[in-house]
Nanobody, 123 residues
Framework: QVQPVESGGGMVQAGGSLRLSCAPS????????VGWFRQAPGTVREFVAA???????YYADSVQGRFTVSRDVTKNTVYLHMNNLKPDDTALYYC?????????????????WGQGTRVTVSS
């Protein structure tokens, strides 16, 4: 009922920036926490960032200081601003809607997932 849809992926050179967007298909998710995860080929899905309905944010150590998650409630959209991108950031990026509770760093705490948007960072 709160199905997210990601957009904004693409190719960028190392050191560049990219902004991903996540918007719901259906019900608004302004009252839900929203997370970003990524998965590279041959790896497990890893937490990237999350934003709560009150605006509080969480970041993985690997992206702290480079990525920023934000929410525009008037547009019912969550963004992931990615700066100083590195080749290791190359992955399929997923937006997910949190299922409630106080934990945000694992995919098991999210109920609805987007299809993913691909980010490729070249050296």
């Amino acid at each position: 009922q709160v199905q997210p849809v990601e957009s904004g992926g693409g190719m960028v050179q190392a050191g560049g920036s990219l902004r991903l967007s996540c918007a719901p298909s259906g019900r608004t998710f302004n009252n839900y926490a929203v997370g970003w995860f990524r998965q590279a080929p041959g790896t497990v899905r890893e937490f990237v960032a999350a934003i709560r309905s009150d605006g509080n944010t969480y970041y993985a150590d690997s992206v702290q200081g480079r990525f920023t998650v934000s929410r525009d409630v008037t547009k019912n959209t969550v963004y992931l601003h990615m700066n100083n991108l590195k080749p290791d950031d190359t992955a399929l990026y997923y937006c997910a809607v949190h299922g409630g509770g106080s934990y945000y760093h694992g995919p098991e705490y999210y109920d609805y997932w987007g299809q993913g948007t691909r980010v490729t960072v070249s050296s």
